[in-house]
């Protein structure tokens, strides 16, 4: 068993690398500065083809698969973690999911203008108070009426929706379903187009100004029937379906993180002078840095794995929720590892350590949070509910 990436996804990562040195990270200053949404470098990104790996090339994708969507989301989060967002909005969780659950029409008429960068994408499940239980809590409820749906209510925590053009939304069609996840229907949604949406950026300290996430607002929001997603009480299979996608992006984009906070307390440690040698010379030094190497390396190997195995059109259920928690634990480790590291530096602006911790304590909560990920593999694991009990759908090889 080989376990080196083969030699064109080591072409592809010097790509994106390449991108995010030359465009993403002196782009975005500016954007941040003006607190404006980063439309160019998102279809800079397009432009490079990194968010069409998991596409075939009738839609402009590229078809290198999802072991390719790993390696790419890792090196854009170990570079310009503002952008790691866009993996999902733009990849995975949006158009993915419009592509997998979709009709032929509705992949060709959004699919390529998300990937290409030229439209913006969201990905809106999550509600105040409903981001672990999004079908007993969900409020958001869509009529019918004629050939439209009104959707009101409100989601939270959502990516990307104060500048998106195509999102995937969930609202309840029957409230009073019995089982409750019954009741929910997935939509195509066009917020540009059709009145009743608003979105209002949520202040998160230490995150982009650029790239945000938002409250969203519905009210008699208008969605044409031919945007339903799949059939009515569809949407939970759909939902869980797509978060299995996204835990793909969230686990290599930990690890991005991950290796960043690695590199910069290396380098620290190796420049640091104390009693006339590096403090990479003291065994306690050593001693972290050889946890979180560790630990990063094989947040790396679980997070490829959940690529290969999706490529191998295999129920990735299990292996993308442990790759997940455990990106989690690696992450937090190499943070804290640079925190002490650095020691008081790490506090500066001249180091990025609490940038890159900021990302990572988002990233936890993010396609389910480590209590979740542990209620989930712990089930699993002791045989009370089967982790891959939800159907799992991949367009690459049909129906699973």
């Known amino acids: 068993m080989n376990f080196d990436l083969p030699e064109e996804l080591v072409t592809l990562r010097d790509a994106v690398t390449d991108v995010c040195e030359k465009h993403l990270v002196p782009g975005i200053k500016e954007f941040e500065q003006r607190q404006e949404f980063a439309y160019p470098l998102i279809r800079e990104m397009g432009k490079a083809g990194l ?33 790691g967002y866009a993996m999902n909005m733009q990849s995975m969780t949006c158009p993915y999911t419009i592509y997998n659950w979709g009709t032929e029409e509705q992949a ?19 509600e105040e108070g409903s981001g672990s239980d999004p079908a007993g809590s969900m409020r958001t409820v869509a009529r019918r009426d004629g050939d439209v749906y009104r959707l009101n209510g409100s989601k939270m925590w959502i990516t990307f929706s104060h500048a998106t053009d195509v999102g995937v939304l969930f609202a309840k069609t029957d409230p009073h379903a019995d089982p409750m996840h019954t009741g929910i229907t997935a939509f195509i949604v066009q917020p540009k187009q059709f009145e009743g949406y608003s979105a209002q950026p949520i202040e998160l300290p230490g995150l982009s100004k650029s790239l945000r996430s938002c409250t969203v607002f519905l009210d008699d929001f208008v969605v044409p029937v031919e945007n339903r997603l799949g059939e009515e009480g569809q949407g939970f299979r759909i ?17 991005g993180l991950a290796q960043s906070a690695l590199e910069v307390a290396r380098n620290y440690a190796n420049e640091r002078i104390i009693g006339g040698k590096p403090i990479a010379r003291f065994q306690l030094i050593q001693e972290r840095i050889a946890d979180a190497t560790v630990a990063v390396e094989a947040a790396r190997l679980m997070s490829h794995r959940v690529g290969w195995t999706m490529d191998q059109g295999r129920v990735s259920t299990r292996v993308a929720s442990r790759a997940k928690y455990f990106a989690t634990q690696a992450a937090r480790l190499a943070g804290d590892v640079a925190r002490e590291v650095l020691g008081g530096n790490a506090l500066t602006a001249e180091y990025p350590v609490n940038k890159i911790n900021a990302y990572i304590d988002m ?35 049909g129906m699973l």
């Not at 992006?249 to 690890?255: A, I």
């Open 51 to 83: 968010f069409g790996a998991p596409f075939p090339e009738e839609l402009g994708g590229s078809a290198a698969g999802f072991l390719a969507v790993s390696v790419i989301a890792e090196e854009i989060s170990r570079l310009a973690p503002e952008f």
């Open 108 to 126: 060709r008429r959004f699919v390529p203008g998300l990937i290409a960068g030229e439209q913006i994408g969201m990905f809106a499940l999550s």
């Open 239 to 255: 939902a869980m379906n797509a978060l299995e996608y996204g835990r793909l992006t969230v686990s290599g984009r930990l690890t």
């Open 363 to 397: 990233l936890t909560v993010g396609e389910g949070s480590e209590n979740v990920q542990r209620v989930l593999i712990g089930e699993d694991s002791l045989g009370i509910k089967d982790a891959t009990r939800h159907a799992m759908r991949n367009r690459f090889v």
